[in-house]
């Protein structure tokens, strides 16, 4: 399988369209037997575009999207209050670790990548946290889907996967082992695993540009975190001539891991 580079147009649009992969999730939900009384977790929601496909396929279930501050107003800038149904579509700010609910409250847990965003925000011991409150808030017989991003073998997927690991952010993929295990662990049984696949790279202006919102922009928004990158010039000086000769990949490949609660 070829990866294409993604032309300007595409790299505008690409993280809110996302080769309509949060559209694949809530069909699983839907293959998992969702039902209109089932309430709904987007766990580190970010924009909310996960809930927001959910909505747009006409579900009226009670729906939280959890995300920390910044979060919250890029929801309220994207959400269209009358598309969504907003009257059970909420964005609550609060520490995945910590989340304020009653045990067994969700029928499905949802997510679309920022694992790794918590890593950077509190580490593995908030991640491993953060599983747990998972486990302590589903139902038994609930869904908790998670979606990571998977080590390619392609010469511009190695690259990304060096690059924020140089980068310093502690922004972290763990492997899918360690979630099977944990969740294995606390009670929860891997029922399915597939892989999304986005095929595409970045151009060098397009990476340039993440990798400066990476070093620049990200450490403003988490800097209650103590999230320190390396300097943007540091980071591309070193990696400048890869990306050029061989992009930087987008995403390449996204491993989605579902599990069930057992009784
Ligand atoms: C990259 S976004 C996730 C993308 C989103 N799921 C989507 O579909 O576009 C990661 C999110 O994780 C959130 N996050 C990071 N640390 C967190 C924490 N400790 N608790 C809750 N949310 C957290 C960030 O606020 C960020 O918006």
């Not at 747990?132 to 997927?157: F, H, W, Y």
């Not at 763990?174 to 049984?189: A, H, T």
């Amino acid at each position: 399988m070829t990866i294409q580079y993604l032309s300007d147009e595409e790299y505008e649009n690409i993280f809110v369209s996302f080769c309509s992969f949060r559209q694949k999730l809530v069909s699983k939900l839907e293959e998992y037997g969702l039902l209109k009384s089932n309430y709904i977790m987007d766990l580190a929601a970010g924009h909310g575009f996960l809930s927001f496909a959910v909505k747009e396929k006409g579900y009226k279930n009670y729906l939280v999207d959890i995300g920390l501050i910044n979060d919250l107003e890029n929801f309220r800038r994207t959400i269209a209050i009358e598309t969504y149904n907003s009257r059970n579509l909420q964005f609550i700010v609060m520490d995945s670790s910590k989340m304020a609910f009653r045990e067994n409250r969700f029928d499905f847990i949802v997510n679309f990548l920022g694992l790794e965003d918590i890593n950077m925000t509190i580490g593995k011991s908030g991640v491993i946290s953060t599983l747990k409150e998972a486990d302590r808030i589903l139902k038994v017989g609930g869904i908790l889907e998670i979606a990571i991003l998977a080590k390619g073998s392609k010469p511009s997927s190695i690259l990304n996967w060096k690059i924020w690991k140089y980068i310093g952010l502690n922004s972290r993929f763990y492997s899918p082992e360690f979630y099977i295990n944990k969740m294995l662990e606390l009670g929860l049984r891997l029922k399915e695993k597939f892989m999304l696949r986005t095929n595409k790279k970045m151009t060098s202006t397009q990476a340039k540009e993440e990798i400066l919102f990476a070093c620049e922009e990200a450490p403003k928004i988490f800097k209650r975190y103590n999230v320190y990158p390396k300097p943007f010039k540091q980071v591309w000086n070193k990696y400048k001539k890869k990306i050029k000769k061989q992009g930087l990949g987008f995403y390449p490949i996204i491993l989605i891991l579902i599990f069930e609660k057992q009784s």
